[in-house]
């Protein structure tokens, strides 16, 4: 009989990730803070819970998808959460991004009562959890992994779906993953605010690029979006914020010098300080346009050779 899964967290990422799951044909039990999200799984054949606790009680598999390193213990330790109710021999696979210390005592305190737990963050953001396509880099116990990994294909891509080690070593390799992201981005950015001030056009500057040995997901995917100036969240800068403060404290507790992930958090946290919190992240780029004194054209606007200075 296949595992009966759990879902706790509904947001812009778990809502699809749980549609997809029913799409494969499995048997879920959901629950958030948020109500509505909830009603639109149920309406797809998920089954309602009203609390953590409740989801465990009806699942052999439970996945968290929550912001940060405190709603997951909230969520599994806290009153009415799924360490309550869990039978032994459960699994917990955690796909939040969190702190890797944090990962490696929720899974020793999983241990200890009888459970595995895996840290299993993605990427690939909204799309990819709407296409299913989402990469998993996945820390924790390999038998747990065969055992759960019809359920992570399910939502992602079979190809990236990859063990990369004990448990918190999956959260390690996605503070890699944004510290990647956000340099990339970054550098996007840069060169885009170099082609403004030389008075030239941005997009024949990226058509050029993704020809040659520059292309990126990052180029063509934010990239359009930058010369769109289309900041509808697909993932929100407060979140990539709230990584990045992960990437900081990982790099400072191994000592690794990490001048390209520093200057990343400046742009982010001149992005929160200028109140652009629920904006797409991929709007770093205005924070890089703001210091470059450049003032990027809207359609029906003044051409890009006002630009130059």
């Known amino acids: 009989m296949p595992d009966r899964v759990g879902f706790i967290g509904l947001g812009l990422m778990g809502k699809p990730m749980v549609l997809n799951l029913l799409k494969k044909g499995f048997a879920v039990t959901a629950h958030s803070r948020s109500q509505a ?3 639109v799984v149920v309406a797809a054949g998920a089954v309602r819970a009203h609390s953590p606790a ?3 009680r009806q699942s052999d598999v439970v996945i968290t998808m929550v912001p940060d390193s405190p709603d997951v213990r909230l969520v599994l330790g806290g009153p009415a ?3 309550e109710t869990l039978a032994p021999g459960s699994v917990i696979v955690d796909m939040s991004t969190i702190a890797p210390a944090a990962a490696r005592d929720l899974a020793a305190r999983a241990s200890a009562r009888g459970f595995t737990m895996l840290d299993a963050p993605v990427s690939g953001g909204e799309i990819g959890a709407i296409n299913g396509t989402l990469s998993i880099m996945v820390g924790g116990d390999a038998a747990a992994l065969a055992r759960v990994r019809p359920i992570l294909e399910a939502m992602g891509n079979p190809e990236r779906i990859v063990h990369i080690g004990e448990a918190g070593a999956g959260q390690v390799c996605k503070a890699c993953n944004q510290i990647c992201i956000g340099g990339a981005l970054a550098a996007v950015s840069e060169a885009f605010a170099i082609a403004y001030k030389s008075g030239i056009d941005p997009a024949k500057v990226r058509e050029a ?5 520059a292309a990126s997901r990052v180029l063509e995917v934010h990239g359009e979006r930058i010369l769109a100036q ?3 969240p697909g993932f929100k800068t407060k979140l990539y914020h709230k990584d990045f403060g992960i990437v900081m404290q990982t790099v400072h507790e191994l000592g690794v010098p990490a001048h390209v992930a520093a200057a990343v958090e400046q742009y982010i946290s ?3 300080a200028a109140g652009h919190a629920e904006r797409d992240y991929s709007s770093l780029a205005t924070a890089v346009f703001a210091a470059a004194g450049v003032q990027p054209g809207v359609p029906g606007g003044p051409p890009v050779a006002e630009y130059r200075r």
């Open 81 to 83: 959460g799924v360490f």
């Open 37 to 39: 999200p909830v009603d």
């Open 209 to 213: 690029l993704l020809g040659g040995f």
């Open 54 to 56: 409740d989801v465990a």
């Open 230 to 232: 289309n900041y509808v």
């Open 270 to 272: 001149a992005l929160m």
